[in-house]
Antibody, heavy 118, light 110 residues
Framework: EVQLVESGGGLVQPGGSLRLSCAAS????????MTWVRQAPGKGLEWVSVIYGGGSTYYADSVKGRFTISRHNSKNTLYLQMNSLRAEDTAVYYCARVNEVTDAFDIWGQGTMVTVSS | QSALTQPASVSGSPGQSVTISCTGT?????????VSWYQQHPGKAPKLMISEVSKRPSGVSNRFSGSKSGNTASLTISGLQAEDEADFYCCSYAGSSTFVFGTGTKVTVL
């Protein structure tokens, strides 16, 4: 079964760091484009970052320089390292697979909640 | 990277059709046929409903259809059913390997 399972969310103080994980099954992370999308409480979806099969990475302006997307090929897992966290980063973070042809996000994880608060 | 503009809410009676607009700019929606639509029920992950403006993934009802004209994309739900009540988001490739989502639309079945 094709599936994505996120983990690593939690409560962190402003200025702190957190690393989210997204374990894939049924397909190979390194052969696909993968992305992170977040949703603040009661708000809409916001695109965060993408990593291409070749390893190139891109970010939304709101997280550039603070977040890093990466993957571990042997663990078939996607990561999002989040540093210098702010209250406005509080959100449910979803990982998703990106269809390379359509640029649509065709497989989604269930999400993991990140709360940035003192 | 400004969000695409969607109406906050649309509503319709069972069996009716509703259309959700998604307005962007010539840098995103207007430049690429890479608009997708997602349905999100409360507390759930989004689900892909339409890709490449008008293509339905396998398993998505043919009651959902998409189109685009200029800088505005649209999603139409025909034969509205109770289970269609959800939030809907458009998303467009925005160039330079970035993406932008719409503001979201709540669909209410009266």
């Amino acid at each position: 079964e094709v599936q994505l399972v996120e983990s690593g969310g939690g409560l962190v103080q402003p200025g702190g760091s957190l690393r989210l994980s997204c374990a894939a099954s049924g397909f190979t992370v390194s052969s696909n484009y993968m992305t992170w999308v977040r949703q603040a409480p009661g708000k809409g979806l916001e695109w965060v970052s993408v990593i291409y099969g070749g390893g190139s990475t891109y970010y939304a302006d709101s997280v550039k320089g603070r977040f890093t997307i990466s993957r571990h090929n042997s663990k078939n897992t996607l990561y999002l390292q989040m540093n210098s966290l702010r209250a406005e980063d509080t959100a449910v973070y979803y990982c998703a697979r990106v269809n390379e042809v359509t640029d649509a996000f065709d497989i989604w994880g269930q999400g993991t909640m990140v709360t940035v608060s003192s | 990277q400004s969000a695409l503009t969607q109406p906050a809410s649309v509503s319709g009676s069972p069996g009716q059709s509703v259309t959700i607009s998604c307005t962007g700019t010539s840098s995103d929606v207007g430049s690429y046929n890479l608009v997708s639509w997602y349905q999100q029920h409360p507390g759930k992950a989004p689900k892909l409903m339409i890709s490449e403006v008008s293509k339905r993934p396998s398993g998505v009802s043919n009651r959902f259809s998409g189109s685009k004209s200029g800088n505005t994309a649209s999603l139409t739900i025909s034969g509205l059913q109770a289970e269609d009540e959800a939030d809907f988001y458009c998303c467009s490739y925005a160039g330079s390997s970035t993406f932008v989502f719409g503001t979201g639309t709540k669909v209410t079945v009266l």
